[in-house]
């Protein structure tokens, strides 16, 4: 079945440092892939999508590109804050020939990113 | 402001009662989703709803309970037969149950077995 594969944490950066969190994905057809925040005590909120291959998602300096080629949506940011202190999850969207065909997201374990001032 | 609400944020039972956690949204979206969270294990769903009285399973469904008997609301029921319910509890909704759909998620409920 569908799958996500995620660096595991924690990782701990200085501030202004580069960021890079490794999502690797297994699914059939074309997926959609996220990245959903969680600050600590709250629920998830959607950093960025992409739907489509070659797409990059952004948002509050963060990217990620959609590979089909290497079945890969890395997480980067080129300048850590402090406020960026959260766990970050990799997800994907499709259907899974597993479950029937059924559409569900699919969430890796989550990495916990902490940044220190 | 549109959003989505879970009410308690914490929650504590005895061993052996049944707990319905609420989760209720005004988006007006159709799905509605729970999602079962533990440390070092991501999010694993235990039901979603895509319309109005009609649920299915998740991936983890034994010992819970749901019920939509309404488009806003999407109450889960911890029950007694669930072996290991402490953990942190999320609901979600989206406008569908579609290949792009973002998943919109409540702030959560936290609930301890004591």
């Known amino acids: 079945g569908n799958s996500v594969t995620q660096m595991e944490g924690p990782v701990t950066l200085s501030e202004e440092a580069f960021l890079t969190i490794n999502c690797t994905y297994t699914a059939t057809g074309y997926p959609s892939l996220f990245w959903y925040v969680q600050y600590p005590g709250e629920g998830l909120q959607l950093l960025l999508k992409a739907t489509k291959a070659d797409d990059k998602g952004s948002n509050k300096g963060f990217e990620a590109t959609y590979r089909k080629e290497t079945t890969s949506f890395h997480l980067e940011k080129g300048s850590v804050q402090v406020s960026d202190s959260a766990v970050y999850f990799c997800?994907?969207?499709?259907?899974?020939?597993?479950?029937?065909?059924?559409?569900?997201?699919?969430f890796g374990k989550g990495t916990k990113l902490t940044v220190n001032p | 402001d549109g959003g989505i609400t879970q009410s308690p944020k914490y929650l504590f039972r005895k061993e052996g009662q049944n707990v319905t956690l609420s989760c209720e949204q005004n988006l007006n979206h159709d799905a509605m989703y729970w999602y079962r969270q533990d440390p070092g294990q991501g999010l694993r769903l235990i039901y979603y709803?895509?319309?109005?009285?009609?649920?299915q399973k998740g991936d983890i469904a034994e010992g819970y309970s749901v019920s939509r008997e309404k488009k806003e609301s999407f109450p889960l029921t911890v029950t007694s037969a669930q072996k290991n319910p402490t953990a942190f509890y999320l609901c979600?909704?989206?406008?569908?149950?579609?290949?792009?759909?973002?998943?919109?998620f409540g702030p959560g409920t936290r609930l301890t077995v004591l």
């Open positions: 709803s895509q319309i109005v009285n009609d649920f």
């Open positions: 997800a994907l969207s499709g259907p899974d020939p597993s479950q029937g065909g059924s559409e569900k997201l699919v």
């Open positions: 979600a909704s989206s406008i569908g149950v579609l290949l792009y759909n973002e998943q919109f």
